[in-house]
C-alpha cells in the first residue's frame, strides 16, 4: 500500500473498505466521475467557495456602515460591493445550494436508487455552474457591476458605466441552465427509480420538497433566460424593449424578472423545508406529524409561487386592482407555510428531543423564518409596503428568510448529513459553540436592520443621517461575530476531515434509507446482496440506541409489508 493510499484509507473508513471515495484517485477521476456522491461534494466545494466570496463582499459593506460618511470605500466601489455581495449569494450560492449540493448527494440514497437516472447530465450540470461562475470572474476582472443583483433596467441597459454588467448577465444566464438540467433529473429520478416499496407517501420529506423544486425551476427558470438575453440584446444593441427614451418599457422588465425571482425565493425556501423535515424528526426521536399535509404544502408553495409576483412592484405603477389581487394571493402562501411550522411542533410535542447541532439548526430555522415569514405580511399589504419598499425593512425580512432561512437549514442539513460524506465524526462542542455565534450574530445583525428600516433608512445607500448610527454599529458587530462563527465552524469542518473520528452507520438514529448504508456509503450506494426497500419512512421504533458504538442499529428491516 502506498503512503497516499494508507492516508486516504485512514481519512476515509476502515481498513480494507471501499467506499465511493477511495475506490478510484487522482484530481480527474473526480473531475470525470459520473457519481451523484461525488458530483454533490464538487457542488459543496465550490457553493462554499462562493459563500466565502458573497461574504467577504457582505462584510466590506458592513464595515462601509461603521460610520455614516465614507468609512473605508467610495460611493461607486460601494455600489459595486452590494450588487456582487447580492448576485454572487443569490446566484451562486442560494439557489444551488440546497438542491445541487445536499440534494445530489442525499436524493439517489434516500430513494434507494444507485445513481440519479441522468448521471452524465448531472456533471454537466457542474460543469454549467463553473462556466457561469466563470463569467462572474470575468465580470469582476472587466471592472465589476454596480447594477444590484436584479438588474434593474432602464440603468443595466442603457446607462452603467461598467463593462461587467453584460459577463455578469450572460453568469447568471448559463447558471439557470445548470438549474434546470438539475431539475429535469431530480424529477426522473424520483419518477423512475425508486426502491421496490416506496410508493410517492413513502418518499422522505426532503424528497418531496427537492420535487416540488424542481417543478418550479423548469417552469421558471426559462423565463429569466430569455428576460437576460433581451437585457444583453438591450445592452448591446439599444434596441429599445426596456428603455423609455428607446420607446422601450422598464417595467416589463420587472415583471419578466420577478415571474422568475419570486418563485426562486421558493427554489431557495423549499428545499430548507424540506432538510428541517429531516431535522426535526430525527432530533425528535419520533415519526413526523402531518406527513401528507407537510408534503402537500410544498407542491402548494410551489404553484401560488407563480401567482404573486407584482408584490415587488406595488409602487412601480401597476394598476391598484392588480396590486390588490397579488397582495391576496400573497397572504394565502402564510397558510402552507404555517402548516409546516404547525407540523414541526407537532412533531417535537413530547417527542425525545435531542440537541444535536442539526437540531439546532433545525430549531433556529423555525424560529427565525417564522420572523422572516411574518415581517412579509406587512410588505405584501400595499398601504404598508408604500413606505417600507426599498428600505432596509426590506434587507432585514429577506435576509431572515435566506440567512435564517436556507443558510441555517443548509448548514444544519451539512451537519446532519457529513458523517454520511465523509465518514467523519466532527466536535459537537466546538460546532454548537459556532452555532451560538452565528445565531446571536445574525440577529445582532438583521434585526436593528427592522428598526431603522420601519424609521426611514433606505436600502442601498452609501451614507446615511446621525439617528441611524447605533443601528448600523450593531449591525456591522454583529456580522463580525457571524464571521467569527463561520471560521469556527470551517475549523471544526477541517478537522473533522483530518482527525475526525470514524463515523458509525447510523449516529442520529434516523430513519431514511440513506442511515442503512455505510458512511461514506459504497460507489454503488448499497450493498448489492442487501438492497433497500422503502417502508414508512418514519418509523422511529425500527431504530434502536446501542451505547457500546454510540450508534443506532436497525431492528426491524424495512419493509413494504410494514406499511399501514
Ligand atoms: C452572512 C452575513 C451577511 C451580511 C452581513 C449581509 C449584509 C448585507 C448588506 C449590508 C446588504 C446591502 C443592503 C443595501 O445596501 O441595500 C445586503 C444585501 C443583500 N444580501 Fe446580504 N448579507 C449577509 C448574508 C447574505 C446571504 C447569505 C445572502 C443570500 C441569501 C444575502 C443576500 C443579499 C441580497 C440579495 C442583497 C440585496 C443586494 C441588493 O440590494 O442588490 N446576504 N446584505
Ligand atoms: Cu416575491
Redesign the pocket.
Known sequence: MTTTQATLTGLYGMEGETNYINHQKGLWSWLSTLDHKRIGLMYLACILGA?GL??FF??M??TE?LTGGETIMGANT?NQM??L???V??FL??IPGIPAALGNFCLPLMIGAKDVAFPRLNLMSWYLWVTGATFFVLALALGGLDT???FYTPYSSSHSPYMGVIPAVFGAFILGFSSILTAVNFLATIHTLRAPGMGWFQMPLFIWALYATAIIQILATPVLAITLLLLIAERALQIGIFDPALGGDPVLFQHFFWFYSHPAVYI?ILPAMGVVSELIGTGSHKSVFGYKFIAFSSIAIAILGFLVWGHHMFVSGQSTLAGTIFSLITFTIAIPSAVKVFNWLATMYKGAIELTPGMLYGLSFIWVFSIGGLTGLPLATMATDVHLHDT?FV?AH??YV??GG??FAFLGGLHHWWPKMFGKMYNQFWSVVAWVFIFVG?NL??FPQFIMGSRGM????WHYLPEFHAYHVA??M??YM??AG?LTLAVVLIYSLMKGKKAPVNPWGATTLEWQTNSPPPFTNFDEANMPVGGEPYDYENVEYRPETNDYIRVRPQSSAEHH
Do not use: K
Not at 458 to 461: G, K, L, S
Open positions: 459563500f458573497g461574504g457582505a462584510i459593506v458592513r456602515h460601494y452590494f450588487t455581495h447580492g448576485a449569494m443569490v450560492f442560494i444590484g443583483w436584479t431557495m432596509y434587507v429577506f435576509h435566506m440567512v436556507t443558510v445574525f445583525t438583521f433606505p436600502r442601498r445607500y449591525s456591522t454583529g456580522a457571524q464571521l463561520f
